[in-house]
């Protein structure tokens, strides 16, 4: 009965029309609140997840989870690479060469990172095989000094594949005509898009050419290593270091990178918990909107009491027609988050083409576009955490009008 009596009449409330209109506004102002708070909500949260995984795998998929390296040439890095792998964590191990220098193109002059890299063990330790947009890293062969690089690299120096450029090096020799920079031309056989602030730094060449440009006599720097769970990279990586016989140091993701990644993740915390204000804020609008409610309805409330109603059936009503506004306001606020949340790449895109300007650059952030990625826990949180504050918001006004006296409100009728 109690159940019945209770949703019956607020229901009823909620769809009446009211004599007073500045209550309908409030209610529809509370109920607006809660919409946009919750599609917001929704949206950062999406957006901040879609930043976490690009992080992972574009960035963490182009440099290594984690290296071995040491102070000599690694002639034998056949035997070394052997020995990482058999450690149960790491999937992957490749040789690499890695150095800086300065690309000039017809008077344009770009710094850049360059690996060296053999192209068919790469596969194992990188997804630059997989976004490759002009070329092939097999075009990469030992001694013809061929190179790929960046999408955004390629673009500012005015480079299409085939055109020649020169790498110089942060090194001098010493000739006859006195001290010189070290140069070297090479040949543009590809270029690569990822979509991250490596388009615009990294050239990519054969490690055998990578060597003799460092004067290496043919050897690698270290060996890259890619890991199955990249979270234990600073463990593994000690790991098999201390395996290995010989003076080897070690890097791993979390000291290239692992500050943005901190970055990101804090980021989304305290977005998701300036937003959750936001969204109590609204929810509480729905305390002013039943206070005056209650006053507005004091007489009917009196004579639902003389009826026989109970104070619990009327602080039933009330909740109910709290819970109505609220919950119409988390569902329209999912509806419309998600339908923002997933087409935000798209619609992003379209307003930088309408408008001409670029809301994400890759020289500044690493990545170029706007990523989004929807998780059902994220709205399961968000509109269940929604409702408990939509139903807490009601306790105190549906309190208040349980506590009405009939006689007292009936007087002055």
Known sequence: MYQSLALTIGLRYTRAKRRNHFISFISLISMLGLILGVAVLIIVLSVM????????????GMVPHAMVQTTDPIMDWQSLAAQVTNHPEVTGAAPFVHGQGMFTYKGRVQPVMFHGILPAAEKQVSILPEHMHTGSLDSLQAGDFNLVMGDILARNMGLKVGDKVTLIMPEASLTVAGIVPRL??????????????????????????????????????????????????????????????????????????????????????????????????????????????????????????TLGATPRDIMGIFIVQGLVIGLFGI??????????????????????????????????????????????????????????????????????????EPAEALRYE
Do not use: C
């Open 184 to 305: 070297k031309r090479f040949t543009l056989t590809g270029i690569f898009k990822v979509g991250a602030e490596l388009d615009a730094s990294l050239a990519i060449m054969h490690m055998q050419d990578a060597s003799r440009l460092k004067r290496l006599g043919g050897g690698a720097e270290g060996i890259r290593l890619q890991l199955d769970d990249l979270f234990t990279a600073p463990a593994v990586v000690t790991a098999v270091a201390d395996s290995l016989n010989g003076d080897y140091w070690t890097s791993d993701w979390t000291r290239t990178h692992g500050n943005l990644f901190q970055a990101i993740q804090m980021e989304r915390r305290m977005l998701a918990l300036l937003l959750t204000l936001i969204v109590a804020v609204a929810a509480f609008n729905i305390v002013s909107t039943l206070v005056m409610l209650v006053v507005d309805k004091q007489a009917d409330i009196a004579i639902l009491r």
């Open 49 to 60: 997840n879609g930043f976490d995984r690009e992080l992972r795998q574009r960035i963490l």
């Open 331 to 404: 569902l329209v606020g999912v509806l419309l988050g998600l339908l923002v949340a997933l087409n935000i790449t798209e619609l992003v895109a379209w307003l930088e083409q309408l408008f001409g300007f670029k809301v994400l650059s890759a020289d500044v952030y690493f990545i170029s576009y706007f990523p989004s990625q929807v998780k059902l826990d994220n709205i399961v949180l968000i509109a269940g955490g929604s409702l408990i504050l939509t139903l807490l918001a009601t306790l105190y006004p549906a309190w208040k009008a349980s506590r009405v």
